[in-house]
């Protein structure tokens, strides 16, 4: 015990005081920091504060004017999520232990962070009153400082005494993300603060009674823990089912589109539409493809291509200025994108068949999507888009980066064809998003774009927005991408080559793999730039996270009064975004390190 | 019967001419060992045989197929022939046996078993059968071209082209490569070899050529090459590297 001290010391000495300059820049670091936190204690714990404004406005936070009573759907999706997420991990599985030594100390680690926190806090705080004096207040008294210092104390010494008895044991580490997400869930039974309640006169209950958290939401939250629990067990009993592991990839990709329209819609199936238009012209698209694939190395077939090319590019034309159904012409135009493609990519067997799972996906994408998006919501909220706060950013940021990654990847490619047509216009299209402002953009979404759909056609305020920052951040991957795709050496292509490698092969598994670990870094910082820029979107009248705690919060005065209580929600805010970019950095850091492994 | 076979190939890069007029064959189990200064156009030779270059004029034709544009032509003549080059090219981000596996897999359609199978065997071959776990960039050069050597062979090729497989090693290292060149050469394994190992030419060669400024100077025994060479420019040029 003593020899650790000892140590600890002898190496705190080692690193913070070594010379000089360094034990000056230590006392003068810690001194700022020190005022920076008790500053920010004082804050937030005066009379003047009212976090009430924060915790009463969850709802709000999360989903804003969503309809209360399809909330139903926002919880399935929410659960659905958690389902595939248990599954995952239980498939996935890792036979990683974490010591038991570990865990005590990230506890004591914890509790030495509330004690710090503890002493520091200021006794008395001041604030700037209503008629402008300046007002001082006891914000901790020396009472309840020991109330909770004693306690946090006795929890310390308890987590390090630990590791001086034989107490040790190995926990598996997929095991522990479920102990982590009980402690908050258990929280939502037992913790307690003021809530705001309202009597008959519809007037603010003062002092406000104090009832347990999320009152409202602990159920829902309680079973989605359970059955994020049981799907782990189930995962792990699923693990030796032979292609779970695709299945489960494919559920994921799926799951984006599956949430999106089951949030934005009730569901209005119009059955004599989908028999006697959308089917047909599926089937009839799925078979021109399918032939194409077929009889793309058919000497026939080669030596009549450009005629085929050039027909083909005259029916689209004349297809798109017909009155076609919007379905047959947006295939129409991707038939022809596709057979200009084919014949570069398609010649082995094996690449033939993946390229037509890639058309039929990208058929039922499309059919989903023009279908979904176009057609009237069935979720009406008066004067508001469908809904904005949390689950708004969370879907730009979530959908964009769904949609614009491949979208970037493929764009990338494409400016790395050697096909001129298509080089010139992956070019085009990369050179034009990214040389005109995410904002221009946003208005292009919401007052230009419906000119340039065709008429009939009407897509939600939100589908634009996403369709505009699929292109946008898109662009943006694009550009990384190719980067990576440079620092690829020549040397990697002929040895793929050599081995007999078809192009899609090559692609797939030599040429990107290295490309994108070489770019993750940039990756990363597009993505996190991409989900806080998505606050953009206020300027268009959609309400976001970062809009909700601003504006519509700051707003609220009866029979609540949060006019100027903007501060609280803004830090709020603040930690929320923090709290998603920095675990998405870690994350990222942490894939780095382990594809790092074959670099050295 | 030649199971290479080249007849007058030419090669431009832009103006300059790369390859001017090689015609020669080779037959099957014979090891080829081809030589030349610096420039002269061996690399852009081996690599027209399996298409990594393309000719401009002339026939090449490859256990019996000949190769044009035709997609089918390269992909078959490709994985009849293994390519070891000079800077080894392994895949860093795949494990050695992921590299070894990966052809077998993709291309052959074997299961990952029998793939695994056949590359241990395969590293045993060459001598590194404890490296299979790592990833190349932890190997050093000399084991790096092993494991690139076992790639080539997983695909079971008929014919394998070195391009300068000792170059890029420390002298150390170059033994323990050519030992394993050796032992294929043995193993009755159509080889054409591009090196300035002279002593691994008069030791497996059956033929041995020489190239100079895009064209086949000349071509004979090992003994003859070496003994009695027939042109001045093999003389100028074993004088040069011995
Ligand atoms: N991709 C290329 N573009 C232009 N010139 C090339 C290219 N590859 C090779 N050359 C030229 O062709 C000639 C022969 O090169 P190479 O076959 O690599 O020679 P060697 O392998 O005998 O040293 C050299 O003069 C070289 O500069
Ligand atoms: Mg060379």
């Known amino acids: 015990m003593v020899d650790l001290i000892k140590k600890s010391a002898k190496s705190l000495q080692e690193s913070l005081f070594s010379s000089v300059g360094s034990s000056v820049l230590t006392i003068a670091t810690t001194y700022l920091v020190i005022n920076f936190f008790r500053g920010m204690l004082g804050f937030a714990l005066t009379s003047d504060k009212d976090w009430l404004a924060v915790l009463n406005n969850m709802q709000l936070y999360m989903v804003q004017a969503y309809p209360e009573e399809d909330f139903i759907r926002v919880w399935l999706s929410v659960g659905l999520t958690f389902v595939l997420a248990g599954l995952s991990i239980g498939i996935w599985r890792s036979e990683a232990r974490v010591k038991s030594s570990q865990v005590f100390n990230s506890f004591f680690k914890g509790g030495l962070g509330v004690l710090f926190f503890t002493i520091i806090a200021p006794t008395n705080a001041s604030f700037m009153g209503n008629d402008g004096s300046v007002i001082t207040e006891e914000v901790l008294s020396m009472d309840s400082r020991l109330g909770i210092l004693i306690p946090v104390v006795i929890f310390c010494a308890i987590f390090f005494s630990i590791r001086f008895t034989n107490v040790s044991f190995t926990v598996n580490s997929s095991d522990m993300v479920f102990f982590y997400l009980f402690i908050p869930v258990a929280l939502l039974w037992f913790v307690k603060l003021p809530t705001i309640q309202l009597n008959q006169n519809n007037e603010r209950i003062i002092p406000d009674p104090v009832m347990p958290i999320a009152s409202s939401t602990k159920i829902p939250w309680t079973v989605i823990f359970v059955s994020f629990l049981v799907s782990y067990f189930i995962g792990m009993y699923l693990k030796n089912i032979k292609s779970i592991k695709s299945i489960m990839s494919l559920s994921w990709f799926l799951l984006p589109l599956l949430i999106f329209s089951w949030i934005f819609k009730k569901p209005q199936i119009d059955m004599s539409v989908v028999l006697g238009s959308d089917l047909p012209i599926f089937g009839v698209f799925l078979l021109w493809g399918f032939l194409v694939i077929t009889f793309v190395n058919n000497a026939l077939f080669k030596k009549y291509y450009s005629t085929y090319l050039g027909v083909t590019f005259l029916l689209t034309l004349a297809g798109v200025f017909s009155g076609l159904p919007m379905l047959a012409k947006t295939c129409l135009l991707l038939i022809t994108l596709f057979s200009v493609v084919v014949p570069a990519v398609s010649t082995s067997s094996q690449g033939k068949r993946s390229l037509l799972i890639v058309w039929a996906v990208a058929l039922v994408t499309l059919t989903f999507l023009l279908r979904g998006g176009a057609s009237d919501t069935g979720i009406v909220v008066p004067g508001s888009s469908i809904f904005g706060g949390f689950s708004l950013t969370w879907l730009l940021a979530i959908f964009g980066t769904y949609v614009s990654f491949p979208l970037g990847v493929l764009l990338a490619l494409g400016r790395n064809s050697k096909l001129p047509i298509i080089r010139i216009v992956c070019t085009g299209i990369i050179e034009l998003t990214r040389s005109v402002p995410y904002i221009t953009w946003l208005f292009f979404a919401s007052v230009t774009l419906a000119v340039f759909l065709p008429a009939g056609v009407e897509f939600n305020l939100i589908v634009r927005v996403l369709m505009v920052t699929a292109f946008f951040s898109g662009a943006y991957f694009a550009e990384n991408i190719r980067g990576g795709l440079q620092s690829i050496p020549k040397g990697q292509y002929e040895a793929a080559d050599a081995i007999g490698m078809s192009p899609f092969q090559k692609i797939s598994l030599i040429i990107m793999p290295q490309a994108l670990r070489a770019v993750i870094p940039t990756l990363v910082s597009s993505a996190i730039t991409a989900f806080k820029d998505s606050s953009l979107v206020t300027i268009i009248g959609l309400f976001d996270f970062l809009t909700i705690g601003k504006t519509v919060i700051g707003n609220q005065s009866i029979p609540v009064n949060f006019v100027g209580h903007d501060r609280e929600n803004l830090i709020f805010v603040a930690i929320v975004y923090w709290i998603f970019t920095f675990t998405l950095s870690r994350r990222s850091m942490k894939v780095e390190k382990k594809l790092g492994l074959g670099e050295r | ?242």
């Open chain 2, 1 to 242: 019967m030649s199971i290479i076979q080249t007849k007058d190939v030419k090669k431009w890069f832009g103006d300059f001419q790369a390859l001017k007029g090689i015609t020669m064959d080779v037959a099957e189990g014979e090891v080829l060992v081809v030589c030349g200064p610096s420039g002269s156009g061996k690399s852009t030779f081996i690599r027209c045989i399996n298409r990594l270059e393309q000719h401009q004029e002339g026939q090449i034709i490859v256990d019996g197929i000949e190769l044009t544009n035709d997609l089918k032509n390269i992909e078959a003549i490709r994985s009849e022939v293994g390519m070891v080059f000079q800077s080894f090219n392994l895949f860093p981000h795949l494990t050695v046996m992921q590299n070894i596996t990966l052809a077998q897999i993709w291309v052959r359609k074997k299961n990952r078993a029998e793939s695994e199978e056949k590359a241990m065997e395969l590293l045993e071959r060459v001598g590194i059968p404890e490296q299979a776990q790592k990833f190349p960039g932890q190997l050093s050069g000399g084991q790096q071209q092993r494991v690139a050597i076992a790639r080539a062979l997983a695909m079971e090729p008929k014919i394998m082209l070195f391009d300068e497989p000792t170059s890029a090693l420390d002298p150390e290292m170059i033994k323990e490569v050519l030992d394993v060149m050796k032992e294929l050469a043995k193993s009755g394994m159509t080889m054409i070899v591009v090196t300035h190992e002279m002593g691994f030419a008069k030791e497996v060669a059956d033929r041995v050529m020489l190239f100079d400024d895009g064209m086949l100077v000349e071509e004979n025994t090992p003994d003859e090459f070496f003994n009695n060479p027939k042109s001045d420019r093999t003389k100028l040029f074993l004088s040069q590297i011995l």
